[in-house]
């Protein structure tokens, strides 16, 4: 099986041309250290670690599996070494607070960390992502007191984190959640329940695990306006920055699933496990919320990691086996047969792979610069910025999880398909990127739910289509700039009309949800589908004119990678783009 | 994990009152047992072993799977006892020439049989299946001695078969194998080789397995034109009915693969194997080419038996699962929220499934009774006949089996997506639906393949377009009948629109390939979908004329039925086929 190469060629591109992270981090008072030979530096050093230390255990881990044994679980042979350099790298405080012992970087450095990571491993990348999400929510709900315990053994990566939100009877809907936490007399709380599908809920990779927990105080009211959250970690705090004695939460099981099987999904049991609160009672929801939109886009992630390895993979075998000549004559006349990259089907395949790949990662990096913004904004506390750039985050982020991992799934089935019968096998490794990637459609929010927070959350009621309305503004001045460029007025004019179109539909879907609000949820994947076709063309227009710009301005050594840009932007828009106008037709003909 | 219910109504619909299979069979020499009577009991009979015997195995079969001891392969538990039932039923002999101690019933009948199977359990009807591959070889290209010493025992089912083509270095690419098939003075042959991929290639099963083989004779020419097909016993026959020598093939290895896992995949090597020649030398592929129509209709069943299978399972849980509310209000107040199929976006999941699986039924009963014509006429030696048939069947093979895999394989996943987090669970039987209908779309032929086989041969080179013409007439003629009908109208006018819109397309690619052949790979894909798409919505809209005919003279208890297939109809030309527009678009812009 092949590894896994970082594609750092491609990351720069967007980093420095297309997106001007240098100036952006300029503009940053957490991107002082972030300076271009950092970055540089730290993206390789990154690459690397990925490339040779968790791209080997990518299938190894897949086979093993996690085990339960006396209710601790073993990750597969080699991660824990691998979890331990990590650690010795500082990689998991790359963008945390300085106060806490983190590197304090730009969030965005962390999300190409993380992107890096997942995509040669993303069972492995699970494990320290899972406790990002817990560092988040006690560093931004959390008292002081909770910070200096668990953050900084947190940031360090020694202790892990966990997110324990769905019970059998509830995913989506946690207004069910039932598990009970009883008050008692030293504040502390008693927690009772069972919580399912925990990633990380149990691991032998650091000394400790620290879960963030729903949870019912007994006098909470019905529904979501009864749920608080709180602090339960498996061994209790020292006080002195190590563990203590055991709390009563146990991994009951582990959950035997279609993929991602060297990251641990746990029943956790909570027998009268002692947690403390975070934030005020009966408002977990709203703290869980707060950080909903970073999760989300970690999960986006796992629609462009995927998507990249697979299409290296399949270039690869493209290029080495052999199978019947191209319709347009022999291209390799001294072998037996052609090389199925000679095939136009399967450059179709290929070509469709790299552009969700990098089309995918172009709209990741564009929300990451607008998550700094956020994110920058609210260390200043400057809550009112942060809300707007929380607002525009809050659009792109269903369009983001949504599209790219249902595209992200496409590519991977692509290349499965470039592989013919071999794909099938196990040893290639193309089916265990296909079986690994299927849950990011699922997890953080289904598609369905991702459709209806865009349409029904984003666009119609907190905004009345005003957030379209913004975007497409944006995107439309882009475009406009474009169409004196003969290259690129072709997709420049496409890009035109699909931002009135956009308006038009969700005018349309307005309309009909006045008549029946089963309208909006009737009509809103394929809203979101239609949204996420027309923001990728976006970011490959914006690719294409910095390849156009390069090629005139240019015959350096990169001509062929820029020539490249460019072909994929039109193969985008010729055989990728067109399937918004099947969305679209659809959206505004939705019975429900 | 619920078990699968055999949908004899819908299947009756299609039989009775779509395509009048009753009539069908009268005209039939082989018909004149296949009464109404008769075929309701046999689908009703084969429906209950389906849902007591095989479903039951169908979990069970992946959990376990097969295992390789001492060169001897064991099927999963169960799996003997369960073709020990199959066999006393004698459903092997179904479609098979009394002469042999078939039934002699109707070829379409096996495929009413296999699609019940291979829904139910389809690991477990690929052994029989195969072995219907074995039989066809030898009824059709054998002598009569080697009809008479093999094909009463594989009737029976005593015997199994297996087709030996692929080697490690070439699978759609024929012309690279390299098995050795010497000549021996007593006129058998001595096989030496290796062949990977072969399904049933060893179990326990049956007391002999019948290996058909692609080899190449010492002094044959190099490709396609050197391969000779051959007889591999895995014992060889007493001449006396039973089994004698063991013969000199053995399973090698056993594949690991993403699903069907109960199905035994062989590495099979052959050290000097005893065979005998089938047909003539040097003229192996063309005998294997003769069913490959049928064959591949085999695999068009993977396309609709599992998405049938996943909407009877999603659609239980939308019914039982409880998540959020539905947008235009409680639909259970009184519960904690309502069921997931009061939600719009789950009810589009749903019917999309229902579309694919009932479309996908009626477009393999439409070729069916292509299939039972073509076999009536080579019966009974009119080739001439035999080849029209042959020639319709082989225009609408590549539309089958590409178009209905890929259908089949979305519907599977959207029924995953229905159960959520669930549906990534192994204990729900979701996800294990998908891995299993994940082969469909790359054995028999690639999707890639198939829309070769479709547009470069079957449409351009065969027919120069008349394939098209032809089959478009007939749906145009019947298209144009129902534009009298208010409620038929709006698919009808739809449908007229697609045919004119099919032959143009077909003509800009011929324009295109003019200029470069290899736009006929670029285009082919799209060209693919396009026509699955097109000639679904003649089914539907032939389910849709059925169904306003029985609701107009009707009020009987079956009106819900019929409702039901009308709307399902409706949904399907609102929802899927504007994909048909995205795919025209891109196959007359299909870069090369």
Same mark, same amino acid.
């Given at each position: 099986?092949?590894?896994?190469?970082?594609?750092?060629?491609?990351?720069?591109?967007?980093?420095?041309?297309?997106?001007?992270?240098?100036?952006?981090?300029?503009?940053?008072?957490?991107?002082?250290?972030?300076?271009?030979?950092?970055?540089?530096?730290?993206?390789?050093?990154?690459?690397?670690?990925?490339?040779?230390?968790?791209?080997?255990?990518?299938?190894?881990?897949?086979?093993?599996?996690?085990?339960?044994?006396?209710?601790?679980?073993?990750?597969?042979?080699?991660?824990?070494?691998?979890?331990?350099?990590? #650690?010795?790298? =500082?990689?998991? &405080?790359?963008?945390?607070?300085? %106060?806490?012992?983190?590197?304090? /970087?730009?969030?965005? @450095? +962390?999300?190409?960390?993380?992107?890096?990571?997942?995509?040669?491993?993303?069972?492995?990348?699970?494990?320290?992502?899972?406790?990002?999400?817990?560092?988040?929510?006690?560093?931004?709900?959390?008292?002081?007191?909770?910070?200096?315990?668990?953050?900084?053994?947190?940031?360090?990566?020694?202790?892990?984190?966990?997110?324990?939100?769905?019970?059998?009877?509830?995913?989506?809907?946690?207004?069910?959640?039932?598990?009970?936490?009883?008050?008692?007399?030293?504040?502390?709380?008693?927690?009772?329940?069972?919580?399912?599908?925990?990633?990380?809920?149990?691991?032998?990779?650091?000394?400790?695990?620290?879960?963030?927990?729903?949870?019912?105080?007994?006098?909470?009211?019905?529904?979501?306006?009864?749920?608080?959250?709180?602090?339960?970690?498996?061994? #209790?705090?020292? =006080?002195?920055? &190590?563990?203590?004695?055991?709390? %009563?939460?146990?991994?009951?099981? /582990?959950?035997?699933? @279609? +993929?991602?099987?060297?990251?641990?999904?746990?029943?956790?049991?909570?027998?009268?496990?002692?947690?403390?609160?975070?934030?005020?009672?009966?408002?977990?929801?709203?703290?869980?919320?707060?950080?909903?939109?970073?999760?989300?886009?970690?999960?986006?992630?796992?629609?462009?990691?995927?998507?990249?390895?697979?299409?290296?993979?399949?270039?690869?075998?493209?290029?080495?086996?052999?199978?019947?000549?191209?319709?347009?004559?022999?291209?390799?006349?001294?072998?037996?047969?052609?090389?199925?990259?000679?095939?136009?089907?399967?450059?179709?395949?290929?070509?469709?792979?790299?552009?969700?790949?990098?089309?995918?990662?172009?709209?990741?990096?564009?929300?990451?610069?607008?998550?700094?913004?956020?994110?920058?904004?609210?260390?200043?506390?400057?809550?009112? #910025?942060?809300?707007?750039?929380?607002?525009?985050?809050?659009?792109?982020?269903?369009?983001?999880?949504?599209?790219?991992?249902? @595209? +992200?799934?496409?590519?991977?089935?692509?290349?499965?398909?470039?592989?013919?019968?071999?794909?099938?096998?196990?040893?290639?490794?193309?089916?265990?990127?296909?079986?690994?990637?299927?849950?990011?459609?699922?997890?953080?929010?289904?598609?369905?739910?991702?459709?209806?927070?865009?349409?029904?959350?984003?666009?119609?009621?907190?905004?009345?289509?005003?957030?379209?309305?913004?975007?497409?503004?944006?995107?439309?001045?882009?475009?406009?700039?474009?169409?004196?460029?003969?290259?690129?007025?072709?997709?420049?004019?496409?890009?035109?009309?699909?931002?009135?179109?956009?308006?038009?539909?969700?005018?349309?879907?307005?309309?009909?949800?006045?008549?029946?609000?089963?309208?909006?949820?009737?009509?809103?994947?394929?809203?979101?589908?239609?949204?996420?076709?027309?923001?990728?063309?976006?970011?490959?227009?914006?690719?294409?004119?910095?390849?156009?710009?390069?090629?005139?301005?240019?015959?350096?050594?990169?001509?062929?990678?820029?020539?490249?840009?460019?072909?994929?932007?039109?193969?985008?828009?010729?055989?990728?783009?067109?399937?918004?106008?099947?969305?679209?037709?659809?959206?505004?003909?939705?019975?429900?």
């Amino acid at each position: 099986m092949p590894v896994y190469k970082a594609p750092l060629r491609d990351m720069k591109f967007l980093l420095n041309d297309v997106f001007d992270y240098p100036g952006h981090y300029q503009s940053l008072s957490s991107g002082g250290n972030a300076t271009p030979d950092i970055v540089d530096a730290i993206l390789s050093e990154c690459g690397r670690f990925c490339e040779q230390v968790l791209s080997p255990l990518y299938q190894s881990g897949d086979e093993e599996g996690c085990q339960l044994n006396n209710g601790l679980v073993t990750t597969p042979k080699g991660y824990k070494e691998a979890y331990s350099q990590y #650690l010795a790298g =500082g990689w998991q &405080g790359l963008s945390a607070p300085e %106060a806490f012992g983190g590197q304090g /970087l730009p969030t965005s @450095m +962390g999300l190409f960390k993380q992107e890096m990571m997942g995509t040669a491993n993303w069972s492995f990348a699970m494990y320290p992502g899972l406790s990002l999400g817990a560092m988040n929510t006690i560093q931004l709900h959390g008292d002081e007191q909770q910070q200096q315990t668990y953050l900084v053994p947190l940031t360090e990566g020694r202790w892990g984190g966990t997110m324990c939100l769905t019970e059998p009877q509830c995913g989506t809907d946690l207004g069910q959640v039932k598990t009970r936490a009883e008050p008692q007399l030293d504040s502390s709380y008693r927690l009772s329940g069972t919580k399912i599908f925990i990633s990380s809920g149990d691991h032998d990779l650091t000394e400790n695990i620290v879960h963030i927990v729903l949870a019912r105080l007994p006098d909470a009211p019905r529904g979501t306006r009864g749920i608080s959250l709180f602090i339960v970690p498996k061994f #209790l705090p020292d =006080g002195q920055g &190590g563990v203590g004695e055991r709390n %009563a939460v146990h991994c009951g099981a /582990l959950e035997k699933k @279609m +993929g991602i099987k060297a990251s641990a999904t746990c029943v956790m049991n909570f027998d009268g496990a002692t947690g403390y609160l975070i934030g005020s009672e009966n408002r977990g929801l709203e703290c869980m919320f707060t950080f909903m939109n970073t999760a989300r886009i970690g999960t986006a992630i796992q629609g462009v990691g995927p998507a990249e390895l697979s299409y290296q993979w399949a270039l690869d075998y493209a290029r080495e086996r052999r199978s019947m000549r191209a319709l347009s004559g022999k291209k390799e006349p001294d072998q037996d047969a052609d090389s199925l990259i000679h095939h136009a089907d399967v450059r179709r395949m290929l070509l469709t792979q790299k552009a969700i790949a990098e089309g995918g990662r172009a709209m990741l990096y564009y929300a990451a610069k607008l998550a700094d913004h956020m994110v920058e904004a609210n260390t200043q506390g400057n809550h009112k #910025l942060a809300d707007k750039y929380d607002n525009k985050l809050g659009f792109l982020t269903p369009i983001l999880k949504g599209f790219l991992t249902e @595209m +992200g799934y496409e590519a991977t089935n692509l290349g499965m398909q470039v592989f013919g019968g071999h794909g099938y096998i196990r040893e290639h490794g193309m089916e265990q990127i296909v079986r690994d990637t299927r849950i990011a459609t699922l997890y953080e929010g289904t598609t369905g739910i991702q459709a209806l927070d865009l349409l029904g959350r984003k666009v119609l009621l907190s905004t009345q289509g005003g957030a379209v309305r913004e975007f497409t503004f944006k995107i439309a001045n882009f475009a406009r700039k474009q169409l004196t460029n003969k290259q690129l007025r072709p997709m420049a004019v496409e890009l035109l009309k699909l931002t009135a179109q956009w308006n038009f539909l969700t005018v349309r879907v307005m309309l009909a949800a006045r008549k029946d609000r089963d309208a909006v949820s009737a009509a809103a994947n394929d809203f979101l589908m239609y949204s996420g076709y027309v923001t990728m063309a976006y970011m490959w227009l914006r690719q294409a004119t910095v390849a156009v710009d390069k090629l005139a301005n240019g015959g350096t050594e990169s001509s062929a990678f820029y020539q490249t840009k460019l072909h994929t932007a039109e193969f985008y828009y010729e055989r990728l783009l067109p399937r918004a106008q099947a969305h679209a037709t659809v959206s505004v003909h939705s019975t429900t």
